[in-house]
């Protein structure tokens, strides 16, 4: 008894709507777009087309169309604010469709925390393009200049004139634009209208809530994974139990004749098992007798064998060194030479709900439900991984569990596709939490060495940098050649050597080195240690190191941790693109003062009893976006654990669209780091991952949670007030300094440093016990 | 496969399925619900939570069969039309990031004001701590517990 409930019958009928809209079928038809009119069913949105942004409906509201995802962070809120403040519309008259490729413009999907920053300026200048266009409108129906019109909240009036006055539903809602916009790509997109300057925004710099949020606590919200469709069947893959392992033979017969079965499929080293109902493929897929042969070396070392194994192995590639001064010369006449090494293990997305897809084959075509962040990759991936011709494939993009840069290489939507077309039926395909938590993409491991000289009076003046990244055949682009069922299927491309990385601050030292090198694991293809982009993908584990170390030169240097920053960052002369040295001395310096910080040395002089108390600064960039951290912590002496009970994060993103939603996104980043910090780590043995659910791979818990986390919204531009402030993301920079924030805490706490990452509390205690704490 | 009766925010529905099968599945693919969903299929995160008895339970874990009493999901929390407390703190609070999770803290969290309307920090702490949030939207569920806590008689 199987009770399918189809797509919402309006949700379809509101799609096609739309891509009738776009080929040309609106209401007011002047011209039919060629490439629209000869192109297949699924077209791609023309972005120099206003209508493709923008309709204006009769009621006189507003629907912007934005080729963007919002993974939680509250960007399509964002896009509604800046939108209408251009466009001269209320808020609250306005709606926004986001992401699905047959009726939203390319402009990506998510990553790079660049919402905001770059995708925002194109649909502001839309939005104020579409406002030009409908004030000459009614210029031309009044007989009078655009410059002597009014336009306030979607009503153009001529104050001349109490008689002349038009809604924008009046001029031409449900009506096309036709008005055609220039630009060499998507986010060049223009028209010839100016924008606002920030002071008039009405809704940019007001928090409204956040539309999506009420149907996510009443349940009424329909997800990617809540896709049911007639007919509809539900896979289960069965991954090989060793990393590398061939597959050499099914025993189909092991579940031909449980309830349900529908069929096992089975490509080079991919294999799914189907069933009729999604319990029934569970079961499937756990009985399936499948005959694998181990590989005949070992795919990884251990992980507890891991930076053991990255410091001795021959790089696959080296940066470009980054140089000034002579540092080796430097080092060699300082005072005092300080050496460290950190290391960070490999960091899974660990996605709080399992990869999911649903797909349909249906009419020849192949239409993909799905949570994927970067929905026009996947669009184009699997067009060319099924050899489908790309206007016959659409993604539909809906809400799913956390992004982070996991669904940028999802796999679960090639999966559901491929099996689609292996069994002409629509089929969902779901993870296992052991398949997601071993199997997902993972932040990539590093290691560090890093050497600091120190003159005589304390200064820094010389800083070496060394990291080594295992971020060989690196994925995270949806790449027909690149997913996991690809690598599986035996397909092989010419690997994409991820970078190591440097450090992102604005300290002036006179001599530095900084270098970075990838490593390789033996296994490339096939491994559920293949690398993707989490979460910004390396500045986490960079600035642990750096910012751990430039704490560690501060206590050599007897001197106090922010004064020691701040005085390398004052040492600067000149300035650079978007103020960054500026503004990182602001968040530094509105961190310490939202803190309430003591200028001292660290480590505190150790405390009495068993809770260790402490205090620690770390500072970053990404892209134009500041953060400077501080941590509180209580180190309890008897057991190790950490508990970090207040957070400071001052940032500055230049001009804050919503800065409620943006204290949220900031809250989570850190906290996402602190978790990072605190518990997550990849464990292996020479076969398999050994770390696959929520005990073998612990997250941050509420028990965790900080009682106090204070966010203070900078704007240390130096011109603060200039019209053009721009717009910078906020999704990832929080991110970067936690980790070196808490480890300068807990030194501040115990005089104990911790170059490991994750401080579980057997490490920690280990490291207090050899300290004789 | 036999027939399995469950009563669900109010109504009741016999299916006739494998005894055995998790709750979790017959509630999302058979009664059309969304609110309760797969996390880990272990009972470790609390995506699949819904109140039986006035307990918070791991749909994910509990065979269909064993489900004895009044199934309460989000979808079921609303009453009249009117949001819970914990609904409406959770948009006065804007807790919700990816919001998947969400249905697993809202649920828990009534569990916890029902048994005890007044939870110090603590309390709180404790009594979510095994309601995951990658998110990590913690510090907000907490605040608007708190809220609700506050507001209540």
Not at chain 1, 172 to 178: E, P
């Given at each position: 008894m199987i009770d399918f409930t189809a797509i919402p019958p309006e949700v379809e009928a509101a799609l096609a709507s739309r891509r009738s809209f776009l080929k040309g079928?609106?209401?007011?038809?002047?011209?039919?777009?060629p490439a629209a009119a000869q192109?297949?069913?699924?077209?791609d949105p023309n972005f120099r087309q206003l209508d493709s942004w923008i309709v204006i409906h009769q009621n006189n509201t507003a629907t912007f169309y934005v080729g963007k995802t919002d993974c939680g962070q509250g960007t399509g809120t964002a896009f509604r604010q800046m939108m209408a403040d251009e466009l001269d519309i209320?808020?609250?008259k306005t709606s926004i469709i986001m992401g699905s490729t047959d009726t939203t413009?390319?402009?990506?999907?998510?990553?790079?925390?660049?919402?905001?920053?770059?995708?925002g300026w194109p649909m502001r200048r839309v939005a104020a393009e579409a406002r030009r266009v409908l004030l000459q409108l009614a210029s031309q129906r009044w007989s009078l200049?655009?410059?002597q019109l009014t336009v306030r909240d979607a009503v153009i009036s001529a104050p001349t004139d109490p008689s002349k006055r038009l809604t924008y539903g009046e001029l031409?809602?449900?009506?096309?634009?036709?008005v055609t916009l220039a630009g060499n790509n998507v986010n060049a997109t223009t028209g010839v209208a100016k924008l606002k300057?920030?002071?008039?925004?009405?809704?940019?710099g007001q928090s409204p809530q956040r539309y999506d949020i009420p149907a996510k606590v009443d349940g009424s919200l329909k997800w990617a994974v809540d896709v049911k469709l007639p007919g509809m069947v539900h896979a289960r893959n069965i991954k090989p139990p060793v990393a590398g392992a061939k597959l050499?033979?099914?025993?189909?017969s092991s579940v031909r004749?449980?309830?349900g079965f529908v069929k096992v499929v089975s490509k080079g080293n991919y294999v799914a098992v189907v069933c009729e109902r999604e319990e029934q493929a569970i079961n499937a897929a756990r009985r399936l007798k499948v005959n694998w042969e181990k590989p005949a070396s070992a795919p990884f070392p251990a992980s507890e064998d891991l930076f053991t194994f990255m410091r001795a192995a021959q790089p696959t590639s080296r940066s470009q060194p980054t140089v000034v001064g002579d540092v080796t010369t430097s080092l060699a006449g300082a005072a005092k030479v300080i050496e460290a090494e950190y290391d960070v293990p490999f960091q899974g997305h660990t996605a709080f709900g399992p990869a999911h897809a649903m797909a349909d084959p249906s009419n020849g075509q192949l239409t993909i439900y799905s949570n994927d962040m970067k929905s026009y990759g996947m669009r184009n991936g699997v067009a060319a991984f099924l050899k489908?011709?790309?206007?016959q494939v659409r993604v539909v993009w809906m809400e799913g569990p956390q992004g982070f840069g996991r669904t940028a290489a999802d796999d679960a939507g090639f999966e559901a596709a491929f099996l689609a077309k292996e069994l002409n039926r629509p089929v969902r395909v779901q993870w296992m939490r052991d398949e997601e938590t071993a199997w997902d993409t993972k932040g990539p491991a590093f290691t560090f060495k890093l050497r600091g000289g120190l003159d005589?009076?304390?200064?820094?003046?010389a800083f070496d940098y060394l990291a080594q990244a295992a971020d060989y055949n690196h994925v995270g682009y949806n790449e027909a050649d690149s997913v996991l069922i690809a690598q599986l299927m035996g397909i092989r491309r010419t690997p994409a050597r991820g970078g190591g990385d440097e450090p992102d601050e604005m300290y002036s030292i006179p001599h530095r080195r900084m270098a970075s090198e990838v490593v390789s694991l033996?296994?490339?293809?096939?491994?559920?240690?293949r690398t993707g982009n989490l979460r910004d993908p390396n500045g986490p584990q960079v600035t642990f190191a750096s910012e751990s170390f430039i704490d560690e030169l501060a206590a050599a240097a007897k001197a106090d941790p922010v004064a020691f920053r701040l005085a390398l960052l004052n040492a600067g002369t000149g300035d650079d693109s978007g103020f960054k040295r500026a503004r990182s001395i602001a968040c530094i310096k509105a961190a310490a003062q939202a803190y309430g910080w003591d200028p001292r040395p660290s480590p505190k002089r150790v405390s009495k009893g068993d809770i260790l108390t402490g205090r620690g600064v770390a500072y970053s960039f990404r892209s134009q976006t500041v953060a400077a951290e501080i941590a509180e912590v209580e180190v309890?002496?008897?057991?190790?654990h950490v508990w970090v009970k207040r957070l400071v994060c001052a940032h500055?993103?230049?001009?804050?669209?919503n800065p409620e939603g943006t204290r949220r996104t900031l809250e989570g980043a850190m906290l996402h780091s602190l978790s990072r910090a605190l518990h997550e780590e990849v464990t292996f043995d020479t076969e398999k991952?050994?770390?696959?659910?929520w005990v073998t791979h612990p997250s941050l818990t509420h028990a965790d949670t900080p009682a106090q986390i204070d966010i203070v919204l900078v704007n240390?531009?130096?011109?603060?007030?200039?019209?053009?402030?721009p717009h910078y993301g906020?999704?990832?920079?929080?991110?970067?300094?936690l980790l070196a924030a808490v480890a300068n805490a807990i030194f501040d706490a115990t005089g104990v440093r911790l170059r490991?990452?994750?401080?579980?509390d057997q490490r920690v205690l280990a490291a207090l016990k050899a300290a004789g704490i | 496969m036999s027939k399995v009766t469950l009563k669900v925010n109010g109504q009741s529905h016999t299916v006739d399925i494998?005894?055995?099968?998790?709750l979790l599945y017959i509630l999302r693919n058979?009664?059309?619900?969304?609110?309760p969903r797969f996390g880990c299929?272990?009972?470790?995160?609390?995506?699949?939570t819904v109140i039986i008895n006035g307990n918070a339970v791991?749909?994910?874990?509990?065979p269909a069969s064993a489900a004895k009493g009044e199934v309460t999901t989000l979808e079921g929390l609303a009453q009249n039309g009117k949001l819970h407390p914990l609904q409406q703190a959770w948009i006065d609070e804007q807790v919700?990031?990816?919001?998947?999770c969400q249905n697993g803290q809202i649920l828990t969290a009534k569990v916890l004001l029902d048994k005890n309307p007044h939870p110090t920090d603590a309390q709180i702490r404790t009594g979510m701590?095994?309601?995951?949030?990658r998110c990590m939207t913690y510090y907000r569920i907490q605040a608007a517990i708190k809220r609700v806590a506050k507001g209540a008689a």
């Open positions: 079928a609106g209401l007011l038809v002047v011209t039919l777009s192109a297949g069913p699924y077209p209320a808020f609250d413009v390319d402009q990506g999907g998510s990553g790079g925390s660049d919402a905001i920053q770059a995708d200049p655009p410059d031409i809602g449900g009506k096309r634009f036709n300057p920030v002071q008039e925004f009405k809704y940019v050499v033979s099914i025993d189909e004749n449980l309830p489908i011709p790309r206007d005589a009076q304390g200064n820094l003046v033996p296994l490339i293809w096939e491994t559920p240690l309890n002496g008897k057991t190790g500055d993103c230049g001009l804050v669209i991952v050994t770390s696959v659910d240390g531009d130096p011109n603060p007030n200039r019209p053009d402030l906020a999704g990832e920079t929080a991110c970067k300094p490991r990452v994750p401080f579980r | 494998e005894p055995s099968t998790p058979d009664l059309g619900l969304q609110g299929g272990l009972g470790q995160c609390g995506a699949c791991r749909s994910c874990v509990l919700p990031a990816c919001g998947f701590a095994s309601t995951l949030c």
